[in-house]
């Protein structure tokens, strides 16, 4: 350790090492097939809809947002967002925009060919764009604009989400899927075109199937961090998460390193070993983390904050038994779709109608055993930021569990004090203990 380098206090779940080494290696193999005459494409986190496809086509695929959140973690976004800002693009939009406009205004600077100072080698003019309306109502208008920077063609994936209300109208989820089946097919004829080759019908229904079990196996990771002392904290969850939400690399691989990151926590739940020194506090985190800024997790652990379970969108649905449905399209569509709508019924029944990416909280809070939540309101996200409110009203009132309310950013570390979380820490944790008692006094079990 350097002279200054503060103590990591967290203890890591070291079979996460390989599943994050996969985020760089995605980075080099798009290098690699630019060189060798190989497609590559930007996307959009499209929740595993698009994805089986571009990787049954044999296209290696980069994520503009996984981008942004390697250029923060890395310390180097702020020239890219100066660049974003020089470009007239205004300061409130999502920070992994910002930060991919101003990367993509130095790329086309440079002739299509990746900047020198990009982090991990950077991502190399792509072939097309593939848009997701899914969730964030920032991202067709976004992808539109890069099209105009890199002059290529855009598709964007249709992503049909219903409220909990309307999703239990007649024939409503039959009927999403149908759609998202006959817009899937549209893209393949797109895909293949671009890239002047046919579906391997064959190789998309085995990547199907391999993405659900990878799907499969880590919620059964997450299950495994309800135990006491929780044995996996947060960051390992951030670090690990990629491989399965945005499929990168060899998925046969892939499910091996989840099967032995399962393996490894499993065997930590067994001998009572803990992802911090000592844990006091519980904690739920909702939603996008500071990426600049992890560290502040470590100084929230010496205090004895364990980050248990957090950010809804980052984690796959319960299982689903899928095999009944020979077509691979159908399945994919089911599958995605399953992501978002399962739990629509759950939240019906305990009328939490506000939305579902409220709900869920409840229902981590309380499955997990949490003494708080962490709730990151971001300057540049309304999807991830809006319900936040609500959800601190909700939480206290359903489950008597206090909120701290940290406001920042993804990507601009402008816009985010760490210090500030700090000092409120203490603060908080009086709230933590006596909401504890409050409980207690209740009748719930935690």
Same mark, same amino acid.
Not at 316 to 337: M, N, Q
Not at 421 to 426: D, G, N, P, S, W
């Given at each position: 350790?350097?002279?200054?380098?503060?103590? *990591?206090?967290?203890?890591?779940?070291?079979? @996460?090492?390989? &599943? *994050?080494a996969k985020v760089d290696e995605?980075? @080099?193999?798009? &290098?690699?097939?630019?060189?060798?005459?190989?497609p590559t494409v930007w996307a959009m986190l499209n929740f595993?809809?698009?994805?089986?496809?571009?990787?049954?086509?044999?296209?290696?695929?980069?994520?503009?947002?996984?981008?942004?959140?390697?250029?923060?973690?890395a310390g180097v976004a702020r020239e890219y967002l100066d660049r974003a800002d020089a470009e007239g693009f205004p300061t409130h939009l999502c920070g992994y925009s910002r930060a991919n406009f101003g990367y993509a205004a130095r790329l086309m600077e440079l002739g299509g060919q990746p900047p020198p100072e990009a982090p991990m080698g950077g991502m190399p003019k792509p072939l097309f764009l593939l848009s997701s309306v899914a969730v964030c109502d920032a991202r067709y208008k976004w992808f539109q604009a890069l099209g105009r920077y890199l002059d290529v063609p855009v598709w964007t994936l249709e992503a049909p989400l219903p409220g909990i209300r309307e999703f239990q109208l007649k024939d409503c989820y039959e009927e999403m899927v149908r759609l998202s089946t006959r817009h899937l097919r549209d893209f393949i004829a797109f895909v293949e075109k671009a890239v002047g080759r046919k579906m391997d019908w064959d190789k998309l229904d085995e990547i199907a199937n391999l993405m659900m079990e990878i799907n499969r196996v880590s919620h059964e990771i997450n299950e495994l961090r309800k135990a006491k002392p929780c044995p996996m904290h947060s960051r390992d969850f951030w670090s690990a998460m990629p491989p399965a939400l945005f499929l990168l690399g060899d998925l046969k691989e892939s499910l091996q390193l989840y099967k032995n990151l399962y393996d490894?926590?499993?065997e930590r739940v067994k001998n009572g070993t803990s992802a911090i020194p000592e844990e006091k506090y519980r904690l739920v985190f909702a939603e996008l983390p500071p990426w600049h800024s992890l560290d502040l997790f470590d100084r929230l652990a010496e205090r004895g904050w364990n980050f248990v379970i957090e950010s809804f969108g980052y984690h796959?649905?319960?299982?689903?038994?899928?095999?009944?449905?020979?077509?691979?399209?159908?399945?994919?569509?089911?599958?995605?779709?399953q992501r978002m709508v399962s739990n629509y019924k759950d939240a019906l029944e305990k009328n939490v109608v506000a939305g579902v990416d409220v709900y869920i909280y409840l229902k981590y809070v309380s499955e997990w055993k949490c003494d708080g939540a962490f709730l990151h309101p971001l300057v540049s996200c309304r999807s991830a930021s809006t319900h936040l409110p609500h959800l601190a009203n909700i939480l206290m009132e359903r489950l008597k569990v206090p909120s701290l309310i940290v406001e920042g950013d993804i990507v601009d570390l402008r816009l985010f004090n760490p210090q500030d979380?700090?000092?409120?820490?203490?603060p908080f944790e009086e709230a933590m203990e006596h909401y504890r008692k409050v409980r207690r006094e209740a009748g719930f079990d935690w």
């Open positions: 350790m350097t002279t200054g380098e503060k103590k *990591r206090v967290i203890n890591r779940v070291k079979a @996460m090492y390989p &599943l *994050r995605s980075y @080099m193999r798009s &290098l690699e097939a630019i060189k060798a005459g190989k595993c809809y698009g994805d089986p496809v571009l990787k049954a086509m044999d296209i290696e695929v980069v994520y503009p947002e996984n981008y942004g959140a390697a250029l923060a973690a490894e926590v499993a796959p649905p319960p299982p689903v038994d899928l095999s009944h449905v020979s077509d691979p399209i159908e399945r994919i569509a089911r599958y995605s779709l979380a700090l000092l409120r820490a203490e």
